[in-house]
C-alpha cells in the first residue's frame, strides 16, 4: 500500500520560506513521478510543480517559477517555497504517479496524500 505523508507547513509571515516534505512508503516499483497541488480556500486544487522519478526534470505552474523549488531524494519530494505572499495559503497535496508524468492532470494522480496546510501572514 503506498503512502505519501507530508510535512512542513505552518504559518510563515509573507516574505518568509517553507519547505515541505513527502515521504513515500510502500512502493514496489522503485522511485516515483511525484509533485505537489495546493488548494486554497474556496478555490479549486490546482498543480504547483513536479518532478521525474530521477529527479533530473522538473515542472513547474508559470505562476510560481523563481519562488518554488521542487527536489527529491530518492522517495521524498521536497518542496522550497521562498518570497511567500498572503495567496499561497492553502492545503498543500502530495502527488505520485506509477508512470509517466507528474502534471496539472488531477485524473492521473494514482496516490494523493493528506496535504498539509500552510498560511502566509500579511
Known amino acids: 500500500q503506498v503512502q505519501l505523508v507530508e510535512s512542513g507547513g505552518g504559518l510563515v509571515q509573507a516574505g518568509g520560506s517553507l519547505r515541505l516534505s513527502c515521504a513515500l512508503s510502500?512502493?514496489?516499483?522503485?522511485?516515483?513521478?511525484m509533485g505537489w497541488f495546493r488548494q486554497a480556500p474556496g478555490k479549486e486544487r490546482e498543480f504547483v510543480a513536479a518532478?521525474?522519478?530521477?529527479?533530473?526534470s522538473t515542472y513547474y505552474a508559470d505562476s510560481l517559477k523563481g519562488r518554488f523549488t521542487i527536489s527529491r531524494d530518492k522517495n521524498t519530494a521536497y518542496l522550497q517555497m521562498n518570497n511567500l505572499k498572503p495567496e499561497d495559503t492553502a492545503v498543500y497535496y502530495c502527488?505520485?504517479?506509477?508512470?509517466?508524468?507528474?502534471?496539472?492532470?488531477?485524473?492521473?494522480?494514482?496516490?494523493w496524500g493528506k496535504g498539509t496546510p500552510v498560511t502566509v501572514s500579511s
Open positions: 518532478v521525474s522519478w530521477s529527479g533530473g
Open positions: 502527488a505520485a504517479k506509477l508512470y509517466g508524468t507528474v502534471s496539472s492532470n488531477e485524473d492521473a494522480i494514482d496516490y
Open positions: 510502500g512502493s514496489t516499483f522503485g522511485s516515483v513521478p
